[in-house]
C-alpha cells in the first residue's frame, strides 16, 4: 500500500545547530506535502506545507524543500531554539492523508 | 478550542465495554477524520468521511465504528472487539478541494484529543 517514511525517529541538537527531518513517498500523484508540529500535551499543528509545483518554500526559520523525481521532502530548521522541541510529523495524500511515523527533536540549550 | 472539539479528554473503560468520542467541529469542514497516536507509531488512520451519511476505514478501522448524521459531527465508537484500544484519540477536519478533492491535500485542522485507558 501507499506509505510516508520518515527520518530519523529521533534527533538531538544543540541550540542554535540546525536540524532536517526526511521524509519520502511512495504514491508518484502526491502533489501536497505537509509537515505538523505537536508540542507535548497538545494537539498537531501545521507549520508548512509545500505543492508539487515548487521545489522550495521558506518561512523564517523553517523551510521544506521537495524533490518529485526522488520522492522524497525535507524539513529545515536554521538556528533552533528550545521551543522546537516536539514531534514533527510529516505527510502526503494518497487518497487520504498519511501521515510519517514523527520525528522527536530536542533541542538543548 | 479551535473550531474542533473532542471529548472527553480523559476516558476509562472496563475491558468488554464499548465507549463513544464525540467529536464535533463548527469550521464548516466537509471533511473529517479520526487518527490513533501510540508512542513511536506517528498518527494511524481510523476513519474518515468526506461527505454527510458517508465514511471510509482507514488503516487501522478493526474494532471501531463511526457515523456521519450531521456536517458538524463525526463520533467515534471502540468497540469490544478493539483488542489494545489503550491510545491517545485526535480527530481533525479539512476542506475539500483543489485538484484532486478526495486526496485530502488540505490543511488538517485537529481537536486537542481524547486519552482512552482500559482497566
Known amino acids: 500500500g501507499e506509505n510516508v517514511e520518515q527520518h530519523p525517529s529521533t534527533l538531538s541538537v544543540q541550540e542554535g545547530d540546525s536540524a532536517v527531518i526526511k521524509c519520502t513517498y511512495s504514491?508518484?500523484?502526491?502533489?501536497?506535502f505537509p509537515w505538523y508540529k505537536q508540542e507535548l500535551g497538545k494537539r498537531p499543528q501545521l507549520i508548512i506545507d509545500i505543492r508539487s509545483n515548487v521545489g522550495e518554500k521558506k518561512d523564517q526559520r523553517i523551510a521544506v524543500t521537495l524533490n518529485k523525481t526522488a520522492k522524497h521532502f525535507s524539513l529545515h530548521i536554521t538556528e533552533t531554539q528550545p521551543e522546537d522541541s516536539a514531534v514533527y510529523f510529516c505527510?502526503?495524500?494518497?487518497?487520504?492523508?498519511?501521515f510519517g511515523q514523527g520525528t522527536t527533536l530536542q533541542v538543548k540549550p | 478550542d479551535g473550531g474542533i472539539t473532542q471529548s472527553p479528554k480523559y476516558l476509562f473503560r472496563k475491558e468488554g465495554q464499548n465507549v463513544t468520542l464525540s467529536c464535533e467541529q463548527n469550521l464548516n469542514h466537509d471533511a473529517m477524520y479520526w487518527y490513533r497516536q501510540d508512542p513511536g507509531q506517528g498518527l494511524r488512520l481510523i476513519y474518515y468521511?468526506?461527505?454527510?451519511?458517508?465514511?471510509q476505514k482507514g488503516d487501522i478501522a478493526e474494532g471501531y465504528s463511526v457515523s456521519r448524521e450531521k456536517k458538524e459531527s463525526f463520533p467515534l465508537t471502540v468497540t469490544s472487539a478493539q483488542k489494545n484500544p489503550t491510545a491517545f484519540y485526535l480527530c481533525?477536519?479539512?476542506?475539500?478541494?483543489?485538484?484532486?478533492?478526495?486526496?485530502?491535500?488540505?490543511?488538517?485542522?485537529f481537536g486537542a484529543g481524547s486519552r482512552l485507558t482500559v482497566l
Open positions: 504514491d508518484s500523484a502526491s502533489n501536497y
Open positions: 468521511s468526506q461527505i454527510v451519511n458517508d465514511f
Open positions: 505527510a502526503a495524500p494518497t487518497g487520504k492523508l498519511i
Open positions: 481533525a477536519s479539512s476542506s475539500l478541494g483543489g485538484d484532486r478533492p478526495l486526496s485530502g491535500a488540505n490543511v488538517l485542522t
